[in-house]
T-cell receptor
């Protein structure tokens, strides 16, 4: 089955700096890659996603890049703010063959004011 | 729109007991998936229900079972509880779309503690 690895497990940045979180996947059938933000004690919320027919997607300060050949995708947050502090999860899904999402182990991001 | 609602929010059980968790999907969604999230880990897929049937199952024992009702709500049952079943149980609803990506909407979860 699919294996999703996520790095780093913790990340601290100064307010205004950029943050990058990286994930790798193993199953070439995976073609949909969402990112979730989970604040302490709250539900995971979708913040951005990308399909395998696209190499990059951007939404204001958040962007995701995908390298299908290398089987890795990354989340980029620019101009970080204290409210960006949360745990971020990447996930992979093969829309044609399964309904199961495989999640990474999460990255705890702390933005220092 | 109330989104995905789960109950109870917290519960404490002892080893060997049974538990039932409930989920109401987001309005307009017809598919419910259940995930287990251990402390400090990412969610792990338990199973998915669509049209009142289990459509896919993750690597969880038969002690974990579920049900989906005609109104699309769902229950997760866990029998013979073990200490290792302590986790946050997340329900995620979605709309089944042939050929398209499944966008999950999560509930806030049910925090189960097994003593």
């Amino acid at each position: 089955g699919e294996n999703v690895e996520q790095h780093p497990s913790t990340l601290s940045v100064q307010e205004g700096d950029s943050a990058v979180i990286k994930c790798t996947y193993s199953d070439s059938a995976s073609n949909y890659f969402p990112w979730y933000k989970q604040e302490l004690g709250k539900r995971p919320q979708l913040i951005i996603d990308i399909r395998s027919n696209v190499g990059e997607k951007k939404d204001q300060r958040i962007a995701v890049t995908l390298n299908k050949t290398a089987k890795h995708f990354s989340l980029h947050i620019t101009e970080t703010q204290p409210e960006d502090s949360a745990v971020y999860f990447c996930a992979a899904n093969a829309t044609n063959t399964g309904n199961q999402f495989y999640f990474g182990t999460g990255t705890s991001l702390t933005v220092i004011p | 729109d109330a989104g995905v609602t789960q109950s109870p929010t917290h519960l404490i059980k002892t080893r060997g007991q049974q538990v039932t968790l409930r989920c109401s999907p987001k309005s307009g969604h017809d598919t419910v998936s259940w995930y287990q999230q251990a402390l400090g880990q990412g969610p792990q897929f338990i199973f998915q229900y669509y049209e009142e049937e289990e459509r896919q199952r993750g690597n969880f024992p038969d002690r974990f079972s579920g049900h989906q009702f005609p109104n699309y709500s769902s229950e997760l049952n866990v029998n013979a509880l073990l200490l290792g079943d302590s986790a946050l149980y997340l329900c995620a609803s979605s709309l089944d779309r042939w050929g398209g990506p499944t966008v999950l909407t999560f509930g806030a979860g049910s925090r189960l503690t097994v003593l």
